[in-house]
Structure formats: C-alpha cells, structure tokens
C-alpha cells in the first residue's frame, strides 16, 4: 500500500514537472518579457539591466529551476494586464471558482450515477429511451448556449433568478464565499447546473455503459442461476463492480470541471479565475496563462491521486500488490 | 454463445452473390434502415453539409460584401420586409446582414475548422496509437502518459492554452490570416488523445492475434505489418471516435469563438454569430441569436447521432 | 416407475435473427431421473447450452421457448412467471458454468459470496450458513476451508475457483445441477479432480445432474446415461456404453469414430519409429528462455533485483526429416514459447535452433533461411487470417513477400492449386475470413502455411478450437499433406489423443522442463516419468469405458 502510494507520488511529481516545464516555456519564451516590463523608451543598458536582474541571461536549466522554487512559493511575477502579483490574483478569484466547481459536481455525481443505473436496469423502458435522448442532446449542446438559454428563460423572462456575478459575499479569513447569503446561494443555482450538465450526461452514459457490460458478465450470469434476489444481484453485484472503473473516469471528469468553469464563468460573468484565464489569453498575458496551468495540473494530479487510493481500496485484486498498470 | 447460426463443415458454394447484395444485408445497413432516428438525422446532417459547402452560390445575400448592405435593413424580425422593402426569410442583424445568408456562411466556417481539425487530431492520433500500441515499451508508456494527463483537461482548456500562445508568437499583423488555421491546429491537438487511446488498445488486441504472428514468422517488416494488417482492423473505432470528435470539435470551435477567441471577425462562424446575438437578447430582437444557435445544435446533434449509430453498428463486429 | 426430476417435452428455442428465426432448440426431449448422471453431448451449435439455459430460465434476449414444456418433479416451470421461476435457481436447480475465472465475482470473497447463497435460500443465521459454507468447502476439496473461506477469488487456481463455483451450485441443496462444459476450461489433470468432486458432492447431496459437454471423454467417465445432440435436436439417446460401442444413428457413429485416443487402434499405420540422429532436420539443443516479471515500462528504467521467470529450461530434442514430433504439456507448461522460439517469434535467452543444419537465430542469414523453411499452423482460425483480407491475399503473402511468385496470375494459379489441396473450391479466393466456418478456416491456414513451399511447419494446437468431426479432417489433411510434400511437422498440443494418433515421437513438458521425450508408443505404453503416468492416468477418454 505505501509502496504504491509512494509510486503514484513519483509520478505525480513527474507530471507536475513536466508540466511547470511547459508552463516555464511559455513563459520565458512567449512574447518579450521585458517589453512588457519596460517603458518605449528604455534604453539598451536598461535591458541589459534588467536583463541580469531577472536572471534571463543565466544559463536555461538554472533559469527553470528558479522558476520551479518560485513556483513552489507561489511566485509567478506580475500580471502585464492587470499589474497585480499573478498569485494574489489567483487566490481573490479562486474561492469563486472551487464554490462553483463543488456545487456543480455534486449535481453532476448525484443525478448522473441515479440516472445512469436507472437507465441500465430498465434498459427497455419508454423512461429510458426520453432520457438517453435528451443526454445525447446534452451533449450536443454547447454549455454557453445552455447557459444563454437558462439566463433567458429563467433570469430576462421569469425573473426569478440572477443573470450574472456572484451576489452578495462573506468575507471569512482570505475566503470570500456566496453560499452563506441568500443572493449569494441564488446566483449560484443557474451557474452550477449549467457547468454540471455535460458531466452530469458523461457520468450517466458512463454509470449506464459499466452496468450493462456487467450486467451481460458470466458471474452476474451465475448471481441469477444461484437464485440470488434481483435487489442483491443489481446493488449488491453489478453496482459495486460498475463502481471501479466509473471512480476513475468520474474522478477525472470532476478534476476537470475546475477548468471548464471557463466558459460558465464567462457566459455568467462569474469572477473566478476562469474568467480571468479567458481574459488573458485574449490579451496574452503571459504569467497569469502559465500560473493557472500549473494550477488546473496541480488540481488534476491531486485528484488523481485520490481516485488512485479509492480505487486501491475498492479493488481487492490490486490490494494483492501484484501490479498496479492501468 | 456458440449457438449462432452458421453452417458447419460444408463445401463452399462458389462465390455468386453479388457484392451489392451483401452489403445491403449487412449488419449495419439493417441496422441503419430499422432506425428512423439515424435516417433522419443523416438527412439532416448532409443537408447542413450541403448548405454550408454552396453558400457563396446558394445564400439569397452576401452579407460579407459591403456594398450591398444597407443599414435600413437592419433589424428586420424574420419572415417580413425591412423598411428598405427588402424580405428576409430570418430577419437581419443590427447591421442589416441577412441572418440565413450569414448562417449558412457561418456553417460553413464551422465545418471546414471542425472537420480539419478532427482530420488533424486522426493522423496524429491514429499515427501515435499505433506506434504506442505496437511498438511498446518506453515508447507507449511517453505517449500514454501524454495522453492521460492530456485527457483528464477539457479540450477547450487545451485549445485555449495554444491559441493563446500561438497569439504571442505570430506577428500580430499576420495574426488574422492565421487565426483559422491556429484554431484548427489548436482543436487538433485538443483532440488527437482520445483518437490514440483507442488505436492504442486496439492495436494491442490485433498485435497479439495469430495473423500477425503470422506475418512476422514470414519476415514481413513491421511498418508494413502496421499499415497493412493492423490498421485496416483499428478503422472501425477510429471511425466512431472520428464522427463524435467531429460533433466535438465544431462545438469546440464554436465555444472559443464565443469566447471572442476563435475566428476573426470578418469571418464569422456560428459561435461568433451567437457572441453578437447574445448582445440582443436582451433587447427583444431574439432571432439575431435563435437561428444560428438552433444551426448549431442541429449539427452537432445530428453528427452525434450519426457517430452514435456508428458505434452501436460496429460494437458487435469490433471483438 | 419412479417420477423424473426433470422432464423436457418437445422444447423449441427460437432466436429472432434479423428479419429470419432461427431455431437454437428444435424439439428436443430429455428425461432426468432423481441422482441420474445425464450427459448431454453435441459439436458446437447443437443447441446443447441453450437446452440448459432453457431449463434454468436463463435464455438471454430475444432468443425465448417458443414451445414444448419443461417439467420438474411434474409440475410445470417453463409458462411460470419470471418471479417464480426465479425462486426456483438455487433453490431446486442449480448450474456450474464453464470458465471458473468469470463466474464469480472478482470483488468479493468467497465466503460472502457462499454465505449469501445459502442465506437466500435457507433460513439459517450468518454464523451457521458461515459453517454450512466451510464445511461445503471442504467437501469440495479445498483444503484448510476454515482458512480461504475468506480469500477473494483471484486468490485460487482455476480448478480451485471451479470447486468453489460447485460448492456454490449445490449449496441449496437443489435437485438437479446442470453443469454446462464444466472443465472445459481446465487443465487435464485438474479436469479429472473436478469431474470427482462434483459427481461426489452431487451424490451426497442427491441432487441428479445434466451434464453439457462437447468431450466424450469427460461423459465417458462421468454419465450415467448419454444424449447426442445435432443441429437442435436429439440424435440418439441410451447408455453411455452402448452409445460408444454400438452406436446406431450415422450421425453417432461418425461422431464416434472421429474422436482420437490415446489407446492405440487395431490395423492402425503406426509412422515408423524415429531413425537415429544423423537424418535429424530439426535439432532443438537446450533452449533456454527466461522472462522478466512485474515490472512496468518506467519502472524498468530504475535499477533494482530482476526477478526472472523460466518458461523453457534447457529443452533438447530432434526430429527427422518427413516425421512428426509431438509435443505435449498443459497450460504454462512452455510449449508455446518454444513453438515462438522455433518460428522466430521469440529470440531464445540460450541454447541452438537447427534447422536443416542452419542455426535459425545466428543473425541474418539463419534469419533467411528459417523464412524459407519455417511456417507455422496456429490454435485459432478465428485470430489467425486477417478479416479484412480477401483469402486470395492472405494465402498469397507468404509466396509475395518471398518473391515466390510476382505476376497477378501466377499468385492466382498458385492460390487456386493450394485450394485444392485444402480441399476448398478455388473460386473462395475472393470471399472473406469471416464466410467460413472453423475448419474451413482451418484448411485456408493450412494453404497459406504451405504457400512459402516450408519443408518444417510447428502446428500449435491446431485443432483444439474445432469440433471433434472437423477435427478428424482437418488431421486427415494434415497427414495427407505430409505424405505428399515430406513435410516435417510439430505438433503442439495438451490432447494426448491426438498426439498419440499423428506423431512418432513425442516429448512431455512440464513447467519448462522436458520430462519425458522418445518414440510414442514407448511413452504412452510405458511411461516412464510419474508426471506422464499421472497425466495418461487423468485424462478422460472414450476407451475407459467399463
């Protein structure tokens, strides 16, 4: 078990490296740091100077290791757009971002698991048949146009809830949250859904698709010839041998939905750091697109690691230590 | 299931049925004619297809020649004559631009960047996978990692992310010629993981079947062995994941075009036409942001379904 | 006359196959009497398995009864309502599927798995049915039942797992037990354990047991009574004894006669004993091959202990030029690794291939000569031609990459002609793989082996996916071939009947290591080593009917 938690550390250290290797190239390389930095009319010696201030002349490898240790620190430099330390940036927006992302995930875990079994035990059902339908168009539905349409319908025309921002906020320690305020909560309802709905429909096809397959297994086959109770046979057998793999492509799925907040935060003008990346992309501000990949990495690698230990857990198979290759 | 009819230990009849008859009885032709469905969403989809690849010919305007644009048009609600007594099908924009022709310039943006892209992202993937799968060893364990940490971010990040630095690159007054070949690059590289993944474990399965071995016992060279035995065995999959990567990708691109980071504006496609929609939502003119949406989830609906079939099709025969 | 436990009347399955029905089960009618052995045989698509799950309730969709009755104990079960039907698996009819590695559920143990069978059924508290179900265990043959009851099933052998998946079949203690190929998928010397315990463990619990099966040999052993199956419907039906002496129906004693065994045939040609050394055309000198084990690709890179595993220790041997030496082991014995070593699939850790004087390993020109006069026949036609190749091509590759034949018909004329030999129409050269059947197949391998003119063809298991019937043909051609062309061959199998009928000289290898090794009949008469005599002693065969 620690030598295989010890392993999945490696590898996660190797991702994060590579990486923050990506994210130092596009940093150092994309665009002119210093003409950003530096005035029109700067003089030679002045980039010289700065120059050897900032280490741009030191050799490549120690140029990426200091960007790594300031990494570590949380140091990214100076956004060019916004002239603010790209690591407060990041911090102020992120409470926004995780609330978003948390609510929108337990939406998308709760209804597309109950969905998706339920689809796959009554696999011939009219039911079935509207709901499959409708997934397939949501998924087809690009999530900007599903939020326009909520925003429509339920913000321009029945007025019930907020078009855009976050509300009302708390301000608790550096955490600045919406859920303790009724404007708050209300503003994050049309949000959520639309950023749960593509997952909601993955985890569902997903959910749907494992059950079947070990619904048609030759133990599952022999569940029933054993005159095991339907009950025991859907919940006890195929569900918990459904559950493996969907642990792992769900846990994924909701590593993700951090970054696909993107395009929510922007159709709902939502201040996370979505927003924010879209923002500097559009202006190529260099730090800040190099920071918040680093981030989304550091988001995914961690729940990785933790689908990695579920999945250790839940199957014996790999408990015996024999190998671990997915 | 042993029990499936076939005809044991019988002298082959010489081979007289023609080849037109077998297919229509093929599985996936019966399977085609008994789903209404795909029947209509085929139509649909060759429709949108059609209309896109002959709008310069067959669009009732051209909304991008300036000289036939009139300002008194602008703002026509659909079925009606603008104020300059001119009748437009869908109504106009603030700019007088009729909405269909714009749609159906519009699609055909969106289809040439999707499907490009979704090209891309097969030769790569496809190219990867069975190098991965075939070759192995260090070489697959490089290329799957790629693959899995690639994966686990949403396409659209990804994009996004080159898009942004091919910006920092390109000299800015090159950067609007470009831009549509950097969102079809930036889409491809999105896309091409999911196109390896599987190439990669079908080429594992095929690689350990007999016909392989027996090919290598005869000295045949790898590269052939992968051209000409192991891909023509991986098209099924590639050809699934293809048509829903196609469905994928125009929604991609239409998402970074929303965002204001897709195509540029003097070609628009129709994300960008939704992006300027949305502005008069609000306002009352609906029909500058419905029918480009409704064109837009028609094609990636119908393509969708279309791969949908697909996969259901092939599932069986795939092994 | 006593009431049978089961009773099937005119039963027809249909399967629903696009706009066509096709009849899995076409009349069939079986008796069962109580503590009765019925072994039900019949080649694949027979319908035999569909019989069973027919009786189970258990036809998966959109196959369903379309008539007939099935009766048990008298009373009707087939019309019942699925909630019924259901009541009565475990309880009154339990089953024993094939693959012992798929039947049970790999995320629990075996104890819940027993527990709550038994608790299902009988009304027994958590403690007690725990206790039913190791003593169940032991009953079965697990030792220190106490003790595994609480191991996942990954944690036992296949033929372990497949005492477990008994134990759970009778554990209810049902009536009737229907055992559907139940060590088909298990080594001989397992096979023959297994076949004990459940015919123990069925008696003691009383319960009368149908028994599926495509091996003869297995029925030989273990029925009471034997029903042959064809096509659907009952062929003929009578003691297992009289069926294999006295068949009556053609369609029996075709299938009789075509079973191989290792007890050899009166007027049978015995291939003349191996000459001596000097006209060897094969010579195997001790080939060696190790593999690395649990060890990943990144991993691989670090440094640390090798553990290595050795899948061929140091196996010799020789065959003359025009003769077959068969080569005999069971699962993970080694003998596909060295058919991979002999063909040049698999580079040898050390030792010497020679064949016809030419070491096939010793860099490019041993690499030339083995392309020459190496093919290789393999287990399934299924995997082995390329689906996507027209068969013309697949039989004309060999000849094409060797420069055999270039132009368009000549490749033609010579693919029609390796037709005819395979005994198949020359006009199939334009069909796909996939219009065939098994030994068609079969023979369209055996084409393109031959198609690169090889004087030495390695034949790994090249018959056991096929039907006994098929089979026989295919092993006919074989022989036929051999004569014609002088071929020399090795036969690669674990079915000890047919190595007994096609080779003069045999070898047996067990975990890597060549135990026993000279002319057939000293082996099979005489066994010298205690493994062959165990596996000669398991091995159920036609022939050891009292």
Not at chain 2, 255 to 264: I, K, W
Not at chain 3, 98 to 107: A, E, G, K, R, V
């Amino acid at each position: 078990m620690l030598a295989f938690i010890a392993r999945r550390l490696l590898q996660s250290v190797i991702v994060m490296l590579v990486v923050a290797f990506i994210a130092f190239l596009v940093f150092r390389y994309v665009g002119d740091p210093l003409a950003n930095l530096l005035s029109q009319d700067a003089t030679m010696a002045d980039y010289e100077q700065a120059r050897e201030r900032l280490g741009l002349n030191q050799p490549f490898y120690i140029q990426f290791f200091n960007f790594v240790i300031n990494a570590l620190q949380g140091q990214f430099g100076v956004s060019y757009r916004l002239q603010q330390p790209v690591s407060q940036l990041i911090l102020e927006r992120l409470p926004a971002t995780i609330e978003l992302a948390v609510a929108s995930s337990i939406i998308a875990l709760v209804f597309g698991v109950m969905l998706g079994i339920y689809t796959a035990l009554r696999q011939r059902a009219f039911s079935t048949g509207v709901i499959m339908t409708l997934s397939l168009i949501g998924v087809s539905l690009p999530t900007f146009l599903i939020g326009i349409g909520l925003i429509y319908v339920f913000a321009v025309e029945l007025k019930w809830l907020p078009s855009f921002g976050r509300g009302d906020v708390v301000q608790i320690g550096w955490w600045r949250t919406g859920l303790l305020t009724q404007s708050g909560l209300r503003s994050l309802i049309l949000p959520a859904i639309t950023l749960s709905l593509f997952q909601l429909t993955l985890i569902m096809r997903l959910v749907r698709a494992e059950m079947l397959e070990v619904m048609r297994t030759d133990y599952i086959r022999f569940a029933k010839a054993r005159g095991l109770s339907k009950r025991a046979i859907n919940f006890g057998h195929a569900l918990k041998n459904t559950m493996v793999p969907v642990i792992t492509i769900t846990g994924l799925q909701l590593g993700s939905v951090i970054a696909f907040a993107i395009i929510t935060e922007t159709v709902f003008q939502w201040p996370g750091v979505g927003s924010l990346f879209v923002n500097s992309v559009a202006a190529v501000d260099v730090p800040v697109m190099a920071a918040y990949l680093v981030f989304v990495a550091l988001v995914f690698v961690i729940i990785n690691l933790v689908v990695d230990i579920l999945y250790f857990i839940v199957d014996p198979r790999l408990r015996d230590g024999a190998r671990s290759g997915r | 299931m042993t029990d499936l009819p076939h005809s044991p230990e019988q002298p082959v009849p010489a081979a007289k049925a023609s080849r037109w008859k077998t297919f229509i009885r093929s599985d996936i032709v019966w399977s085609y004619r008994r789903s209404p469905v795909t029947i209509t969403a085929s139509i649909v989809a060759l429709l949108l297809v059609f209309m896109a690849i002959f709008a310069p010919w067959i669009a009732p305007y051209n909304p991008f020649n300036p000289a036939t644009l009139n300002l008194m048009d602008g703002f026509t609600p659909p079925n009606s004559n603008s104020m300059g007594g001119r009748y437009f099908v869908l109504g106009t924009d603030s700019q007088g631009r009729d909405v269909l022709s714009t749609i159906m310039h519009g699609s055909r943006v969106s289809l040439f960047v999707g499907a490009m892209a979704t090209l891309f992202a097969m030769v790569m993937g496809v190219g990867l996978g069975l190098v991965a799968g075939y070759v192995g060893g260090i070489w697959d364990a490089v290329i799957m990692r790629v693959c899995d940490v690639q994966l686990s971010f949403p396409a659209i990040l990804i994009a996004l992310l080159i898009f942004g630095v091919a910006r920092g690159i390109i000299p800015p007054n090159q950067q609007e010629g470009a831009a549509i070949w950097v969102l079809i690059i930036a889409i491809g590289l999105a896309n091409w993981a999911q196109f390896a993944r599987t190439v990669r474990g079908a080429t594992m399965v095929e690689r350990q079947k007999d016909y392989v071995a027996a090919a290598r016992i005869l000295g045949v060279n790898p590269f052939i062995i992968l051209l000409r035995h192991v891909l023509p065995n991986v098209v099924g999959p590639v050809l699934v994941i293809g048509t829903i990567g196609l469905a994928l990708a125009i929604i991609e691109e239409a998402t970074l075009s929303y965002l204001g980071v897709g195509v540029p504006p003097t070609q628009p496609s129709l994300g960008t036409l939704i992006r300027i929609g949305q502005q008069f939502l609000f306002s009352g003119e609906w029909w500058i942001l419905l029918f480009p949406a409704i064109t837009l989830v028609l094609l990636a609906l119908s393509v969708n379904l279309l791969g949908d079939w697909l996969r259901d099709a092939l599932n069986p025969k795939l092994r | 006359m006593t009431e049978p436990v089961l009773s099937i009347r005119n039963l027809v399955v249909e399967f629903p196959f696009h706009d066509e029905t096709f009849r899995a089960v076409d009349g069939v009618s079986i008796d069962i009497m109580p503590g009765e052995v019925v072994g039900v045989v019949g080649e694949s698509g027979a319908g035999k398995s569909m019989t069973g799950s027919a009786v189970i309730g258990l036809i998966e969709r959109p196959g369903h009864i379309a008539s007939g009755e099935i009766r048990l104990k008298g009373e009707r079960i087939d019309n019942l309502p699925e909630a019924d039907r259901a009541r009565l698996r475990g309880k009154r009819i339990g089953m024993v599927f094939q693959d012992p590695l798929t039947s049970l559920n790999p995320l629990y143990t075996v104890g819940q798995q027993l527990i709550e069978t038994i608790r299902t059924h009988l009304p027994l508290s958590e403690a007690q049915a725990r206790q039913k179900a190791i003593d169940l265990l032991s009953e079965a043959g697990i030792p220190k039942a106490g003790e595994r009851i609480d191991s996942y099933p990954h944690q036992f052998s296949g033929g372990m797992r497949q005492r477990v998946v008994i134990a759970l079949a009778i554990a209810a203690e049902p009536e009737l037990i229907i055992a559907d190929e139940p060590t088909s998928a298990l080594d001989v010397s397992v096979q023959a354990q297994v076949i004990k315990v459940l015919k123990k463990l069925c008696s003691n619990h009383g319960a009368a047991v149908m028994l599926i099966t495509h091996d003869m040999g297995v029925i030989a052993q273990t029925a009471d009574r034997l029903v042959v199956m064809h096509h659907g419907t009952v062929v003929e039906t009578g003691t297992v004894g009289d069926i294999i002496r006295r068949p009556r129906e053609p369609y029996t004693i075709k299938l009789i006669d075509s079973i191989p065994t290792i007890k050899r045939g009166e007027g049978e040609i015995i291939a003349a004993p191996a000459a001596n050394d000097e006209g060897a055309y094969v010579t195997v000198n001790q080939l060696v091959r190790d593999f690395e084990i649990g060890r990943g690709s990144f991993t691989k890179l670090l440094p640390g202990k090798v553990e290595v595993f050795r899948a061929v220790n140091e196996v010799s041997f020789t065959i003359p030029r025009g003769k077959t030496f068969g080569l005999v082991g069971e699962s993970g014995s080694g003998k596909s690794t060295c058919a991979k070593m002999i063909v040049g699939l698999t580079r040898p850790t050390s030792g010497q291939i020679l064949v016809d004087g030419h070491d096939i390993w010793a860099g490019g020109a041993g690499h030339q000569e083995r392309r020459k006069r190496v093919q290789m026949i393999f287990q399934d036609p299924y995997a082995s031609l390329n689906p996507r190749w027209r068969v013309r091509d697949i039989i004309a590759e060999p000849m094409r990459t060797l420069g055999i034949a270039r132009n368009r018909t000549e490749v033609e004329q010579r693919v029609a002609e390796l037709l005819r030999k395979v005994r198949l129409d020359p006009s199939v050269m334009r069909k796909f793989p996939h219009e065939f059947s098994g030994g068609q197949r079969q023979r369209i391998a055996i084409a393109r082996a031959l198609s690169s003119q090889p004087a030495f063809i390695v034949c790994d298991e090249p018959t056991s996916a096929l039907d006994v019937s098929v089979q026989a043909q295919v092993l006919d051609l074989m022989s036929e071939l051999q004569a014609e062309y002088g071929l020399t061959y090795l036969l690669i199998s674990h079915n000890l009947a047919v190595v007994r009928q096609m080779s003069s000289a045999v070898g047996v290898l067990h975990n890597g290591v060549l135990v026993e090794n000279g002319p057939t009949d000293a082996i099979f008469d005489n066994p010298q080593a205690d493994y062959t005599k165990m596996l000669l002693d398991a091995v159920p065969d036609i022939s050891k009917v009292a």
